[in-house]
């Protein structure tokens, strides 16, 4: 099992940037996809970027590609998502995840950490 808590959430002015950061418990960190989700106020909770074990590759919503990069440290037990050009759109509570490399369901969560975007 893994156990995740995020954080680096908080209030920006739209064009800012934030880094969210998420620390993993466990010794096969680099045994696990890692993915943040988002949800907004109202709203299904949504995909936003993922990475693989071995942070070799990476996938992202169309919404914020170009603007969010993801990456990881499995010596840290670390993945981090810097969110650059910030869009009171991007407003939401941010979920760390993680799955299994051969399960397809993402199965441990974060807490969440909130990131506001004014206008």
């Known amino acids: 099992q893994v156990q995740l808590v995020e954080s680096g959430g908080g209030l920006v002015q739209a064009g800012g940037s934030l880094r969210l950061s998420c620390a993993a418990s466990?010794?096969?960190?680099?045994?696990?996809?890692m993915a943040w989700f988002r949800q907004a106020p109202g709203k299904e909770r949504e995909f936003v970027t993922s990475i693989s074990s071995s942070g070799s590759s990476t996938d992202y919503a169309d919404s914020v590609k170009g603007r969010f990069t993801i990456s990881r440290d499995n010596a840290k037990n670390m993945v981090y998502l810097q969110m650059n050009g910030l869009k009171p759109e991007d407003t939401a509570v941010y979920y760390c995840?993680?799955?299994?490399?051969?399960?397809?369901?993402?199965?441990?969560w974060g807490q969440g950490t909130q990131v506001t975007v004014s206008s």
């Open positions: 995840a993680a799955r299994l490399i051969l399960v397809n369901k993402y199965n441990y």
């Open positions: 466990g010794r096969t960190f680099n045994m696990y996809v």
